[in-house]
Nanobody, 118 residues
Framework: QVQLVESGGGLVQPGGSLRLSCAAS????????MGWYRQAPGKQRELVAA???????NYADSVKGRFTISRDNAKNTVYLQMNSLKPEDTAVYYC????????????WGQGTQVTVST
């Protein structure tokens, strides 16, 4: 089965930076989408950023210009560089992988806590 392992979460002050990593393993189609979602307490899970294997990207408006998604296709690893962090960025961040017909194969990481606070 496909497994996603995340790392890089933690506590950071406003204006600080964090870099999240997510490595996928298992049988993964070479054409896929990897991305990051987040869920804050009392809120719905939302897309933060995603990147296709062709390196097309999509960002939430709230993070555009501050966060950068990147990936290593050979390693099936995706990264999220988070700069100029705000308290509103506090959430559990989840790595996601989609592939296959209609992107029906859908896998999630365990989540990593990001807390932006003084």
């Amino acid at each position: 089965q496909v497994q996603l392992v995340e790392s890089g979460g933690g506590l950071v002050q406003p204006g600080g930076s964090l870099r999240l990593s997510c490595a996928a393993s298992g049988r993964i189609f070479s054409i896929n989408v990897m991305g990051w979602y987040r869920q804050a307490p009392g809120k719905q899970r939302e897309l933060v950023a995603a990147m296709t294997s062709g390196r097309n990207t999509n960002y939430a408006d709230s993070v555009k210009g501050r966060f950068t998604i990147s990936r290593d296709n050979a390693k099936n690893t995706v990264y999220l560089q988070m700069n100029s962090l705000k308290p509103e960025d506090t959430a559990v961040y989840y790595c996601n992988l989609k592939f296959g017909t209609a992107m029906a194969y859908d896998y999630w990481g365990q989540g990593t806590q990001v807390t932006v606070s003084t």
